[in-house]
């Protein structure tokens, strides 16, 4: 951090689990959304009933961000939908490393030549690149984005697409971008 850089704001709130089809999340309140610096996706670093975490906060599509619960956090909260817990988030500017999806895995290793180049894309990067695959229902559509992003990336394309962040989410837990029960 340089001397004139603010460190980040921490922000503490409370929130209720919720189970969206089979996957708990903590949807965070407006208030604690309003405070994070984007309304996309946003790296932080927190703790949940105890538990500490490091993980990228989903946008909700409605100006609005939630938590997937893995393991770990949901077995802290109880493994119940209801559980009201504390949490605090702290931005920050260094991403965890995304989980890349076995299509996307398969087709880097079958490129055979860019092994360095997805590791010279920063962690943010490669969170976009998994992203704009897997936010879509489709499987035709999600084959070709794999095809497309290798062929980007094999002509020195850093970043998939100026695609909108804070509408492109989970399609698991979202319908046209926003979260799955939201009013």
């Known amino acids: 951090m340089s001397p004139t850089a ?10 209720t689990t919720e189970v969206l089809g089979d996957r708990p999340i903590l949807r965070l309140p407006q208030e604690a ?10 790296a932080v670093s927190g703790q949940v009933a ?9 946008p909700d599509g409605r100006k609005g961000h939630w938590i ?3 393991d770990t956090l949901w077995s802290h909260l109880g493994e119940a939908e209801g559980t009201a817990g504390d949490v605090t988030v702290t931005p920050s500017k260094e991403w965890p ?8 895995a398969s087709a880097l290793e079958a490129a ?5 180049v997805w590791q010279s894309l920063t962690p943010m990067a490669r969170w976009e690149w998994v992203r704009w695959i897997t ?8 084959a070709r984005r794999v095809d497309v992003a290798i062929s980007k990336l094999e002509n020195g394309k850093r970043r998939p697409c100026c695609f909108d962040l804070s509408s492109c989410t989970d399609p698991e837990l979202s ?9």
């Open 6 to 15: 603010a460190p980040a704001k921490t922000i503490s709130f409370s929130a």
């Open 33 to 42: 959304s309003d405070q994070l610096p984007s309304r996309g996706q946003v």
């Open 50 to 58: 105890g538990a500490d975490f490091t993980t990228v906060l989903e």
């Open 68 to 70: 997937s619960l893995d």
């Open 97 to 104: 490393e995304v989980t890349v999806p076995d299509d996307l």
């Open 112 to 116: 055979g030549d860019l092994d360095e």
């Open 135 to 142: 936010a879509t229902r489709s499987a035709d559509t999600r």
């Open 175 to 183: 319908k046209s971008g926003k979260l799955i029960g939201l009013t």
